[in-house]
């Protein structure tokens, strides 16, 4: 099976509401910028416990965190079997915490506003994306060069975009 379009597939397991459309749109600009045309990606919504849960398991934290990011196999090691089922175009799957994108949007502003919370999610499926294709934030100048990519290209499709961030800031 051979993907005609881009797929961004949303499971949201919380009662925060969550911008599809936007992160829909950056989706698809993503891709188009790092060449990765026709890709599908999982994205999901979890809450402080389960993301707990994860970031103690995969990374070691036992702590949430706001994102992880887990690139598909499948994509990685492209051969015969991937390729026919279509499934090196799976980039992988995204886990956000959108009650932790809340706490941080709202130390970044002394209201917490709608628009805070976009932005602050905006910037971290970014993030998240930015993982996948194969930055890394391990080390301060990953980190710094990271930030600035998933910045530059933000301000490059979302003009009104400005972002500080306590946690982010370089």
Known sequence: MIRSENELNICNKTKITIPTVLLKQAFVYFL????????SLSLVFVGDVKMREWNRIYRGYDKSTD????????????????????????????IIN??????????????LRKEDFQKELLFIFVHGLLH???????????RIKMLAEGKKFLKKYFSDFSYSSNKYDY
């Open 67 to 94: 994102v992880l990011s887990f690139p598909s196999f499948l994509a990685q090691k492209k051969n015969k079997f991937s390729v026919e089922l279509g499934l090196e175009k799976e980039l992988g799957e995204i």
């Open 98 to 111: 959108p009650v932790q994108i809340k706490r941080q949007a709202k130390k970044n502003s002394a209201l």
């Open 132 to 142: 996948l294709v194969g930055y890394d934030d391990e080390t301060e100048k990953g």
């Open 32 to 39: 188009k910028d790092y060449r990765r045309l026709n890709y």
